[in-house]
């Protein structure tokens, strides 16, 4: 049997085992070829066998004996179905990639798979897939991990235009896939081929080619700024590709510069104008250069070398991720000259036709700053309570290295006939360094917190009480003063065996990993300033109320506070030995290879990442707040003593510190999937699926001195002391029919102030269950179609979002936060329908169009502030609560249509010239977005009792509703 293709390089033979069984793996995606040969048979040729990333394809060749030598052609269709594969997965090729109307760029990519909720943080790229959290996806780059140490998204913007194909797992992954516990995203690059072949790609819009569906005066009468959409647009790549050595060295080189200009849909002047300082709107700029090189080495005919580089760069002179109304343009960063440098080298080697073996290594660079801007150096940040908004300086610069080192090796075996079946057997072993360097710094360290700046009160928490706030960051006055270290350090092995009966198929496999996370040893200087605190009295030196609170550190707290110096030892701050078994079964149903039945269970194992478990890290970004109690009333920060000041939480400075407990458990996810895959008509497959997943051990911090049972005593009885009231309901009005009775709690005044320890509470939870229908028609007879709908429900009360995932959401904190906190989680959508295809048109006219809807997102009403009575013996004056259970309402639902039209010229032996017109929200989605949350503060034991609603709610925060054109170019050879 004779192997040719489009993703391989010369060809492959194999001798076929008695009972007639060929195969060919590790073969790249692409179209092949096979040509069966034997003595007094007919020689059988089969063409237009497409593979697919991660998907086993099985043919049967039948053979007619003959007298004499002869050829057989046969362009059969290629099998849709895998019946062989437990996995759930979807693949997209590039072909199909550059057909549909959507954003050039992995995030849209991966939002159009079944399940898949952005959480709306483009420079990130996360979305909550089939019930995971929105840093759960691994993503790989040729098979080899890319997600980042420190935050767990992908660590570079990879481009789409060196895809060759995407496979997105989303179910019953094999083994030898870890470091995930929803999706594993894997992206198969491009590698040149044994003809030369290139092109390039432009994409252009501007605001001439956007249409604003909510009128302008409509608009300015709301008092908000006009829907985000882009100024301009450009987006140009070049690629090209080819041999050096026919059937021995291919290479590919792709290059991409983007650039877009977009206008800030927030306005913090308005704010500002409240607070009597003009400031100047801002909008948004994005510039970023890619670059790919690639190279295919076929060193000799059982060994193949790849070898890969990537390159990223990335400016915006306002950081995307940190604008928002309250930042005017003093506080906002530069996210400045980000670098992000990827190598990875592969060798196969096949030692026979039925054993291989494949090793590979990764480094990862990335460089990541983000300063504050000129002019702003010595500021101090201010804080106006009335107004809701930030002024100054930035709140401090943060300059990231991250390094990511891996190296694999796996073994695979095939056996026929082995205790009554055949086996494919693989066993590997991974080894994984990744490093996180922090430097933060800031040259004045204070903020200055004012209740109303423009009146001149600078008593944040309380006027009448001359209680203001006084908050400190504790780092650096300048950069490169120290080295801030979080790394992690793992060894994964992994056996897996796919058993194959004939028309039953049985996928074992069993993970074993130990991973950790450690702290080099690290120092931090004595830290001094050249700026003294905010209202600071001018007859004090510039750090002597500093050392005035060092001092007083030292008398209450502790003999090191966070402006000493200090020198921390080496220590392993979580460790995790893991188990990870993977079961599934295929049946094909009726023996020929076109219905499978499948079902599967895995266990899977989130990896540690080091932003997660960084809490003990005593030089992590940070600082203390005070109450400052202003005793002589002359609005003057004075020394303790003549004024008074009470710190409300503390880190802590111990060099021994261990913020987990010590039998922290691994977070984990079981899965259980079953379904149905069918091929309804030639090259068009069907899928009906229902996956069951269940969170377990989930991190969490907790209050160590005072936890969260509201039922918990010590010697003086109930920690938490209770306080039931009756709240107005919905309408904020008393006497109606939806008030209702809670009951919330305050910490007894004698209580020591809050420690925090991670652990995992037994009342965390998430669980997920969705049915989903599939459709999958790839392209033939003119026509293609991809999409989904899907059912589902999402409900927990540890939130799957960024913020969460760190463990430290605050759900635990004390129990008030317990109080309706378990229901929809904000990622839950329970109907989602996608669907995407082409139809190719007479006279090379091609139609393309996307189509999403799902529900709208879930949101809870809540209480700002329950005060207390102020005889209540307890350390808060207020509380906040959720008025009903998580996620009890839903906002809107999104509907969306995208419309591609295209052109295709033939050049004639040169190439082909495509021309391409975008038309996204076709449909003319629009509205508003309107405050719906009444989220009250309330004085309960008032006669009457007393109400003020959110000074927002109610409001239009924004408007959205652009029709927008895009026009692009390609030109392939």
Same mark, same amino acid.
């Not at 980042?148 to 797992?169: H, L, Q, R, W």
């Not at 193949?304 to 930042?327: C, Q, R, V």
């Not at 796996?410 to 066993?427: V, Y």
């Not at 510039?542 to 020198?567: R, V």
């Given at each position: 049997?004779?192997?040719?293709?489009?993703? !391989?390089m010369g060809?492959?033979?194999y001798?076929t085992?008695?009972?007639?069984?060929f195969?060919?793996?590790?073969?790249?995606p692409g179209?092949?070829e096979?040509?069966?040969e034997?003595?007094?048979?007919?020689t059988?040729i089969?063409?237009?066998l497409?593979?697919?990333?991660?998907?086993t394809t099985?043919?049967k060749?039948e053979?007619?004996?003959?007298t004499?030598?002869e050829?057989?052609?046969?362009?059969?269709?290629s099998p849709v179905?895998?019946v062989k594969s437990?996995?759930a997965?979807i693949?997209?090729?590039?072909?199909?990639?550059?057909?549909i109307p959507?954003?050039?760029d992995?995030?849209?990519?991966?939002?159009?798979?079944?399940?898949?909720i952005?959480d709306?943080a483009?420079?990130r790229?996360?979305?909550s897939?089939?019930?995971?959290t929105?840093r759960?996806?691994l993503?790989?780059?040729?098979?080899?991990?890319?997600?980042?140490?420190a935050?767990?998204?992908?660590?570079?913007?990879i481009?789409?235009?060196?895809y060759e194909?995407?496979?997105?797992?989303?179910?019953?992954l094999?083994?030898?896939?870890g470091?995930?516990?929803s999706?594993?995203?894997?992206?198969?690059?491009?590698?040149?081929? &044994?003809?030369?072949?290139?092109?390039?790609t432009?994409?252009?819009?501007?605001?001439?080619?956007?249409e604003?569906?909510?009128?302008?005066e409509?608009?300015?009468?709301?008092?908000v700024?006009e829907?985000?959409k882009?100024t301009?647009?450009y987006?140009?790549?070049?690629?090209f590709?080819?041999?050096?050595l026919?059937d021995?060295?291919?290479?590919f080189?792709n290059g991409r510069?983007?650039?877009?200009?977009?206008?800030?849909p927030y306005?913090?002047?308005n704010r500002m104008?409240?607070?009597?300082?003009?400031?100047e709107?801002y909008?948004?700029?994005?510039?970023e250069?890619?670059?790919?090189?690639?190279?295919?080495?076929?060193?000799?005919n059982a060994i193949?070398?790849?070898?890969?580089?990537?390159?990223n760069h990335i400016y915006?002179?306002?950081y995307?991720?940190?604008?928002?109304?309250a930042y005017p343009t003093d506080?906002?960063?530069i996210?400045?000259?980000?670098?992000t440098y990827t190598?990875?080298?592969?060798? &196969?080697?096949?030692?026979n036709?039925n054993?291989?073996v494949d090793?590979?290594g990764t480094?990862i660079?990335?460089?990541?700053?983000?300063?504050h801007?000129?002019?702003?150096?010595?500021?101090y940040?201010?804080?106006?309570r009335t107004?809701?908004v930030?002024w100054g300086r930035l709140?401090?610069?943060?300059?990231?290295?991250?390094?990511?080192?891996?190296?694999s090796?796996?073994?695979?075996?095939f056996?026929?006939?082995f205790?009554?079946?055949?086996?494919?057997?693989?066993?590997g072993?991974?080894?994984?360094?990744s490093?996180?360097?922090?430097?933060?710094?800031r040259?004045n360290?204070?903020?200055?917190?004012?209740?109303?700046?423009?009146?001149g009160?600078p008593?944040?928490?309380?006027?009448s009480?001359k209680?203001?706030r006084l908050?400190i960051?504790?780092?650096p006055?300048?950069?490169g003063m120290?080295d801030v270290?979080?790394?992690?350090?793992r060894?994964?092995g992994f056996?897996?065996?796919s058993v194959d009966?004939g028309?039953l198929?049985i996928?074992?496999?069993?993970?074993?990993?130990?991973?950790?996370?450690?702290?080099p040893?690290?120092h931090?200087?004595e830290?001094?300033y050249?700026?003294?605190a905010?209202?600071?009295?001018?007859a004090?030196?510039?750090?002597e109320?500093l050392?005035?609170?060092?001092d007083?550190?030292?008398?209450d707290i502790?003999?090191i506070?966070p402006f000493?110096?200090?020198t921390t030892p080496?220590?392993k701050?979580?460790?995790f030995?893991? !188990?990870?078994?993977?079961i599934?079964?295929?049946?094909?149903?009726?023996g020929?290879?076109?219905?499978a039945?499948k079902?599967s269970?895995?266990?899977?194992?989130?990896?540690v990442?080091s932003?997660?478990y960084?809490?003990a890290?005593?030089?992590?970004a940070?600082?203390i707040s005070?109450?400052?109690y202003d005793l002589?009333?002359?609005k003057?920060m004075?020394?303790?003593?003549?004024d008074?000041?009470r710190?409300?939480?503390?880190?802590k400075q111990?060099?021994?510190?261990?913020?987990?407990?010590d039998?922290l458990?691994?977070?984990?996810?079981h899965?259980?999937l079953?379904?149905i895959?069918?091929?309804?008509?030639?090259?068009f497959?069907?899928g009906l699926?229902?996956?069951?997943?269940?969170?377990? &051990?989930i991190?969490?911090?907790t209050d160590?001195?005072?936890?969260?049972?509201?039922?918990?005593?010590?010697?003086?009885?109930?920690?938490?002391l209770p306080y039931?009231?009756?709240?107005p309901?919905y309408d904020?009005?008393?006497?109606?029919?939806d008030?209702q009775t809670?009951?919330v709690?305050?910490?007894?005044?004698?209580?020591?102030t809050?420690?925090?320890?991670?652990?995992?509470?037994?009342?965390?939870?998430?669980k997920?269950?969705?049915?989903?229908?599939?459709?999958?028609?790839?392209?033939?007879?003119?026509?293609?179609?991809?999409?989904?709908?899907l059912?589902?429900?999402?409900?927990?009360?540890?939130?799957?979002?960024?913020?969460?995932?760190?463990?430290?959401?605050?759900?635990?904190d004390?129990p008030n936060?317990?109080?309706?906190?378990?229901g929809?989680v904000?990622?839950?959508?329970?109907?989602?329908i996608?669907?995407?295809?082409t139809?190719i !048109?007479?006279?090379?006219f091609i139609?393309?169009?996307?189509?999403?809807?799902?529900s709208?997102?879930p949101w809870?009403?809540t209480?700002s502030r329950?005060?207390f009575p102020s005889?209540?013996?307890?350390?808060?004056s207020?509380v906040?609560v &959720?008025?009903?259970p998580?996620?009890s309402?839903?906002?809107?639902?999104y509907?969306?249509l995208d419309?591609?039209?295209?052109?295709?010229?033939?050049?004639?032996?040169?190439?082909k010239?495509?021309?391409y017109?975008d038309i996204f929200?076709?449909?003319?989605?629009s509205?508003?977005?309107i405050?719906?949350?009444?989220?009250?503060?309330?004085?309960p034991?008032?006669?009457?009792?007393e109400?003020?609603?959110?000074?927002l709610?109610?409001?239009?925060?924004s408007?959205?509703?652009?029709r927008?054109v895009?026009l692009?170019?390609r030109?392939?050879?």
């Amino acid at each position: 049997v004779t192997l040719t293709g489009t993703g !391989l390089m010369g060809q492959r033979t194999y001798i076929t085992t008695e009972g007639g069984r060929f195969r060919f793996p590790a073969l790249s995606p692409g179209e092949y070829e096979i040509r069966v040969e034997m003595p007094g048979f007919k020689t059988v040729i089969r063409k237009g066998l497409i593979l697919r990333v991660g998907q086993t394809t099985e043919i049967k060749i039948e053979m007619t004996m003959s007298t004499i030598e002869e050829e057989v052609e046969v362009i059969a269709e290629s099998p849709v179905v895998d019946v062989k594969s437990s996995k759930a997965s979807i693949n997209y090729s590039a072909d199909f990639i550059a057909s549909i109307p959507m954003n050039r760029d992995l995030y849209d990519i991966q939002n159009s798979i079944p399940g898949a909720i952005a959480d709306g943080a483009e420079y990130r790229r996360t979305s909550s897939i089939l019930g995971g959290t929105v840093r759960s996806a691994l993503y790989a780059l040729d098979g080899v991990p890319m997600n980042d140490p420190a935050t767990f998204y992908s660590m570079a913007n990879i481009n789409v235009d060196v895809y060759e194909e995407i496979e997105f797992g989303v179910g019953s992954l094999p083994a030898e896939v870890g470091q995930t516990d929803s999706a594993y995203i894997n992206i198969v690059t491009k590698s040149g081929g &044994n003809k030369f072949t290139g092109g390039f790609t432009g994409y252009y819009t501007s605001d001439a080619l956007a249409e604003n569906l909510i009128a302008l005066e409509d608009i300015q009468a709301l008092n908000v700024f006009e829907p985000e959409k882009y100024t301009a647009y450009y987006d140009g790549s070049f690629n090209f590709g080819g041999p050096i050595l026919v059937d021995r060295v291919w290479f590919f080189l792709n290059g991409r510069r983007l650039v877009w200009d977009r206008e800030n849909p927030y306005t913090p002047e308005n704010r500002m104008a409240k607070v009597g300082i003009a400031s100047e709107h801002y909008d948004l700029r994005h510039e970023e250069w890619m670059g790919f090189a690639k190279l295919t080495f076929q060193v000799t005919n059982a060994i193949k070398y790849m070898g890969m580089l990537h390159y990223n760069h990335i400016y915006e002179p306002y950081y995307s991720n940190g604008i928002g109304s309250a930042y005017p343009t003093d506080v906002v960063d530069i996210w400045n000259h980000e670098n992000t440098y990827t190598t990875t080298h592969q060798l &196969n080697w096949v030692i026979n036709q039925n054993t291989f073996v494949d090793a590979r290594g990764t480094y990862i660079h990335r460089y990541f700053p983000l300063n504050h801007r000129p002019g702003t150096e010595g500021q101090y940040t201010y804080y106006d309570r009335t107004a809701r908004v930030y002024w100054g300086r930035l709140f401090y610069d943060d300059e990231y290295i991250r390094k990511k080192m891996l190296a694999s090796a796996s073994i695979t075996h095939f056996q026929d006939d082995f205790l009554g079946a055949s086996h494919e057997m693989k066993a590997g072993f991974e080894f994984e360094q990744s490093e996180y360097h922090r430097d933060w710094y800031r040259e004045n360290p204070w903020y200055s917190y004012w209740r109303n700046y423009a009146d001149g009160n600078p008593y944040y928490y309380s006027t009448s009480g001359k209680r203001g706030r006084l908050r400190i960051r504790y780092c650096p006055p300048a950069k490169g003063m120290w080295d801030v270290q979080d790394h992690v350090r793992r060894f994964s092995g992994f056996v897996q065996d796919s058993v194959d009966t004939g028309r039953l198929a049985i996928n074992l496999g069993l993970r074993l990993d130990y991973s950790y996370q450690y702290e080099p040893e690290q120092h931090r200087p004595e830290l001094r300033y050249d700026y003294p605190a905010p209202l600071q009295n001018p007859a004090l030196g510039t750090n002597e109320l500093l050392e005035a609170l060092i001092d007083q550190w030292h008398q209450d707290i502790g003999p090191i506070s966070p402006f000493d110096a200090l020198t921390t030892p080496y220590k392993k701050v979580v460790e995790f030995l893991t !188990l990870s078994p993977r079961i599934g079964i295929v049946y094909d149903v009726f023996g020929d290879g076109k219905t499978a039945f499948k079902a599967s269970f895995a266990r899977y194992y989130e990896p540690v990442w080091s932003a997660k478990y960084n809490a003990a890290q005593i030089f992590g970004a940070g600082s203390i707040s005070y109450y400052w109690y202003d005793l002589n009333g002359n609005k003057l920060m004075d020394l303790p003593g003549t004024d008074r000041y009470r710190v409300t939480s503390y880190p802590k400075q111990d060099p021994e510190y261990t913020y987990y407990v010590d039998d922290l458990k691994a977070p984990y996810m079981h899965e259980f999937l079953t379904g149905i895959e069918h091929e309804l008509v030639r090259d068009f497959k069907l899928g009906l699926q229902f996956v069951y997943k269940i969170n377990k &051990n989930i991190v969490e911090d907790t209050d160590l001195n005072n936890g969260y049972d509201p039922e918990a005593t010590d010697e003086k009885g109930l920690i938490w002391l209770p306080y039931t009231f009756t709240e107005p309901g919905y309408d904020s009005i008393y006497g109606t029919s939806d008030d209702q009775t809670l009951t919330v709690y305050g910490l007894r005044e004698d209580r020591p102030t809050p420690t925090w320890m991670g652990l995992n509470p037994p009342e965390a939870k998430r669980k997920y269950w969705a049915l989903i229908l599939t459709f999958d028609k790839r392209m033939s007879n003119k026509w293609q179609l991809k999409g989904s709908i899907l059912y589902s429900e999402f409900k927990g009360n540890a939130q799957p979002s960024y913020g969460s995932t760190e463990g430290e959401s605050g759900l635990f904190d004390n129990p008030n936060t317990m109080i309706n906190s378990y229901g929809r989680v904000s990622f839950d959508r329970p109907l989602q329908i996608r669907l995407m295809g082409t139809v190719i !048109l007479p006279y090379d006219f091609i139609l393309s169009a996307y189509f999403q809807h799902r529900s709208g997102s879930p949101w809870t009403r809540t209480i700002s502030r329950v005060y207390f009575p102020s005889d209540m013996p307890v350390q808060q004056s207020y509380v906040g609560v &959720n008025a009903e259970p998580l996620g009890s309402r839903r906002n809107a639902p999104y509907t969306n249509l995208d419309l591609r039209v295209e052109k295709s010229f033939r050049l004639g032996d040169v190439g082909k010239l495509n021309f391409y017109v975008d038309i996204f929200n076709l449909g003319g989605r629009s509205g508003v977005s309107i405050y719906q949350n009444p989220n009250p503060y309330i004085w309960p034991y008032r006669t009457p009792p007393e109400v003020e609603l959110d000074e927002l709610y109610g409001t239009i925060s924004s408007v959205y509703g652009v029709r927008s054109v895009r026009l692009g170019v390609r030109f392939t050879f």
